[in-house]
C-alpha cells in the first residue's frame, strides 16, 4: 500500500463536506485509498439489479451505512447523487459520504496514476510539472536514485498500483483499451 499525495485532500475534504466525490481512471487506486475512510461500504456494480431495485424503492436503506459511508460507482445508480445532496442538506454531517466515479465530473477529486514520488522511486527534488511551468529551473546538481534501466521500467510499468503486483496487469490493461479502441472504430462504422 503506498502513501499517496491524494490522502490530505480527501482527509480536509471530509472535515468539511457531507460528501467527496472522487473520480479516476480505472485501475489507479481509488477503492484501496477510499476503503480506508470508510465504516462502511456500497458497492453499487457488484450487486447492480438489486442496487437498482432497493434505489428506487428503499434508498434511505441503500444508504444507511455506518459513516462515512463509501458508495462505489456511485454513478450506475440514477439519482443517487441527488439524494444523497438531500441527506447531506437534512444533516449537514461532515464526512457522511464518499462516492467515487471512474467518470468525470465536476467538483471532484480527481485522481491519477501514482507518481515515482508516490511509489518511492523519486527523491522528489525535481517535479515534472514544475519543469513544465519553469523552463528555465536549474537543476544542475539534481540526482535520481534510480539508474536509466529502472526509469524506462518504471515509465513502462506506469503508475497503476496492482502493476506493482501482477505483472499481467499491464498486459490486460493494454488489451482491454485495444478491444475498447476496437469496438468504438465498429460503433462508427455502423
Same mark, same amino acid.
Given at each position: 500500500m +503506498?502513501?499517496? &499525495?491524494?490522502?490530505? /485532500? &480527501?482527509d480536509d475534504k471530509l472535515k468539511t463536506?457531507? +460528501?467527496v466525490l472522487i473520480s479516476d481512471p480505472s485501475g489507479c487506486g481509488k477503492s484501496s485509498i477510499t476503503i480506508r475512510y470508510a465504516n462502511s461500504i456500497v458497492n453499487v456494480d457488484k450487486n /447492480?439489479?438489486?442496487n437498482i431495485l432497493l434505489a428506487e +424503492?428503499?434508498?434511505?436503506k441503500l444508504l444507511a451505512g455506518k459513516k462515512p459511508l463509501l458508495i462505489e460507482n456511485y454513478d /450506475? %445508480?440514477?439519482?443517487l447523487l441527488c439524494e444523497v445532496k438531500s441527506q447531506c442538506n437534512k444533516s449537514n454531517d461532515e464526512g457522511s459520504f464518499i462516492l467515487t466515479t471512474r467518470q468525470i465530473v465536476d467538483n471532484c477529486i480527481? $485522481? %491519477?496514476? %501514482?507518481? /515515482?514520488?508516490?511509489s518511492e522511486e523519486s527523491n522528489g $527534488?525535481?517535479? &515534472?510539472l514544475e519543469l513544465f511551468e519553469n523552463p528555465d529551473l536549474d537543476i544542475s546538481g539534481f540526482s535520481s536514485n534510480l539508474g536509466i534501466e529502472d526509469l524506462i521500467d518504471a515509465c513502462c510499468r506506469g503508475g497503476f498500483p496492482k502493476a506493482f503486483d501482477n505483472e499481467n496487469f499491464m498486459k490486460r490493461y493494454i488489451e482491454n483499451l485495444i478491444n475498447l479502441h476496437e469496438d468504438i472504430k465498429d460503433t462508427k462504422k455502423s
Open positions: +503506498f502513501d499517496r &499525495i491524494i490522502d490530505d /485532500l &480527501i463536506n457531507c +460528501f /447492480l439489479v438489486s +424503492f428503499n434508498v434511505e /450506475l %445508480l440514477e439519482g480527481k $485522481m %491519477l496514476p %501514482l507518481s /515515482l514520488y508516490e $527534488m525535481i517535479s &515534472i
